[in-house]
């Protein structure tokens, strides 16, 4: 088999694994409006020459239910997307941000993400009944709330929510065909922290896992899963049988975003593997750039891996430098003990907007 035709044989065997893929999990109910709100958000930004960049933030659940009680998710707050897209509006770009549903939206980030406060601390109660902002706070809060104001009214953030795996995979396929008319100017900045293995819709259960036999003898009883799932409570333990997620992300490239750049997340915890899987994800998906974190520092580091350049690290300056850890991960003992002052994404997001003027400029070039 030539080399072609073999390309030509996996690209069909993925177009049919998508087939089977979204014709059998069912798509989330609003997916229509969000559809509609996106084309318009799109054609407007396409009209005025804007870049968008589709943001993906926060985590996805995966039921175990079909009338979900119980899920599996992740520790995702959606930090990094949240933060990333007031980054990329300050620089021009129109936001599609597609988020886990009440993960921490751009700007209302700033007073929603304390471990102790809730956003009514920040309030206080002024003569006459009515509601103030405490002082010493008054001042950042009003800088967020007129950049917000200016963002909302200037039409530049449309705000979308998802919760489980399968909401987010149609979501990301609607949304990036949406982005074709953009061309090179459409920026996929893909946040989210997806579940790598889910339960099948036809092998999910109906209701409830119950966690005894007691409902075995009520009559009338449905089967606890799908025909042929069997008992996932067996001898009191919940044995849970998962799918891998499809794999996706190739797609973005081969069809439903081919014009545009691509740019996705590498998050591990091994430090000694990350740059080799984040260069292998890039070989297999063939996206333009993946940003390798490790869990444990990737408030103060990131490394760029993309094709045919070096992989490059951007850390938060700090006062002393980072000496002799050019070109490797940071280790534990050598973070400061507090967060940094600065936001990683101030340095993170100029650098991909360089990295997508050049793919702007290349594809002109065509």
Same mark, same amino acid.
């Given at each position: 088999m030539t080399s072609t035709a073999a390309a030509a044989t996996a690209s069909s065997s993925i177009q049919e694994e998508e087939h089977a893929y979204f014709s059998t999990n069912p798509p989330p109910r609003n997916l229509d409006v969000h559809i509609a709100q996106a084309k318009a958000f799109v054609d407007t930004h396409a009209a005025a020459k804007r870049?968008?960049?589709?943001?993906t933030s926060g985590g996805t659940t995966v039921p175990l239910e079909k009338q979900t009680v119980r899920f599996i998710d992740n520790f995702s707050a959606g930090t990094r997307g949240a933060t990333s897209a007031e980054y990329f509006l300050e620089a021009g770009y129109a936001v599609i941000f597609l988020h886990r549903e009440f993960s921490l939206l751009p700007y209302s980030r700033h007073f929603s993400h304390a471990a102790t406060d809730s956003f009514l601390d920040f309030l206080v109660e002024t003569p006459g009944a009515g509601v103030g902002v405490r002082p010493d706070v008054e001042k950042s809060m009003l800088a967020v709330l007129r950049k917000y104001r200016a963002v909302r009214d200037a039409n530049l953030l449309l705000v979308l929510p998802f +919760?489980?795996?399968d909401d987010y995979l149609h979501e990301l396929r609607a949304m990036s065909n949406l982005m074709r008319p953009l061309g090179p100017s459409g920026l996929l900045y893909l946040a989210a922290a997806v579940s790598d293995f889910f339960v099948p819709h036809d092998r999910m259960a109906e209701h409830k896992i119950q966690s005894t036999d007691a409902v075995k003898s009520a009559p009338g009883t449905s089967k606890p899963a799908a025909e042929g799932a069997g008992d996932p409570t067996q001898a009191k333990r919940l044995v849970i049988d998962l799918d891998p997620v499809p794999k996706f992300l190739k797609r973005l490239v081969d069809g439903w975003?081919?014009?545009?750049?691509?740019?996705?997340?590498?998050?591990?915890?091994d430090p000694s593997i990350l740059v080799h899987k984040a260069r292998y994800s890039l070989d297999r998906y063939q996206h333009h750039? +993946?940003?390798?974190?490790l869990l444990s520092t990737r408030?103060?580091?990131v490394v760029f891996v993309s094709p045919g350049r070096e992989d490059h690290w951007l850390r938060v300056p700090r006062t002393s430098g980072w000496?002799?850890?050019e070109g490797r991960p940071l280790r534990a003992d050598e973070l400061p003990k507090e967060d940094p002052e600065s936001e990683i994404e101030s340095l993170i997001i100029p650098a991909v907007q360089e990295l997508h003027e050049a793919?702007?400029?290349n594809?002109?070039?065509r």
């Amino acid at each position: 088999m030539t080399s072609t035709a073999a390309a030509a044989t996996a690209s069909s065997s993925i177009q049919e694994e998508e087939h089977a893929y979204f014709s059998t999990n069912p798509p989330p109910r609003n997916l229509d409006v969000h559809i509609a709100q996106a084309k318009a958000f799109v054609d407007t930004h396409a009209a005025a020459k804007r870049p968008v960049v589709l943001i993906t933030s926060g985590g996805t659940t995966v039921p175990l239910e079909k009338q979900t009680v119980r899920f599996i998710d992740n520790f995702s707050a959606g930090t990094r997307g949240a933060t990333s897209a007031e980054y990329f509006l300050e620089a021009g770009y129109a936001v599609i941000f597609l988020h886990r549903e009440f993960s921490l939206l751009p700007y209302s980030r700033h007073f929603s993400h304390a471990a102790t406060d809730s956003f009514l601390d920040f309030l206080v109660e002024t003569p006459g009944a009515g509601v103030g902002v405490r002082p010493d706070v008054e001042k950042s809060m009003l800088a967020v709330l007129r950049k917000y104001r200016a963002v909302r009214d200037a039409n530049l953030l449309l705000v979308l929510p998802f +919760v489980t795996i399968d909401d987010y995979l149609h979501e990301l396929r609607a949304m990036s065909n949406l982005m074709r008319p953009l061309g090179p100017s459409g920026l996929l900045y893909l946040a989210a922290a997806v579940s790598d293995f889910f339960v099948p819709h036809d092998r999910m259960a109906e209701h409830k896992i119950q966690s005894t036999d007691a409902v075995k003898s009520a009559p009338g009883t449905s089967k606890p899963a799908a025909e042929g799932a069997g008992d996932p409570t067996q001898a009191k333990r919940l044995v849970i049988d998962l799918d891998p997620v499809p794999k996706f992300l190739k797609r973005l490239v081969d069809g439903w975003a081919s014009d545009s750049m691509i740019v996705s997340y590498k998050l591990e915890t091994d430090p000694s593997i990350l740059v080799h899987k984040a260069r292998y994800s890039l070989d297999r998906y063939q996206h333009h750039l +993946v940003i390798g974190n490790l869990l444990s520092t990737r408030k103060w580091e990131v490394v760029f891996v993309s094709p045919g350049r070096e992989d490059h690290w951007l850390r938060v300056p700090r006062t002393s430098g980072w000496g002799e850890a050019e070109g490797r991960p940071l280790r534990a003992d050598e973070l400061p003990k507090e967060d940094p002052e600065s936001e990683i994404e101030s340095l993170i997001i100029p650098a991909v907007q360089e990295l997508h003027e050049a793919h702007i400029k290349n594809f002109q070039k065509r």
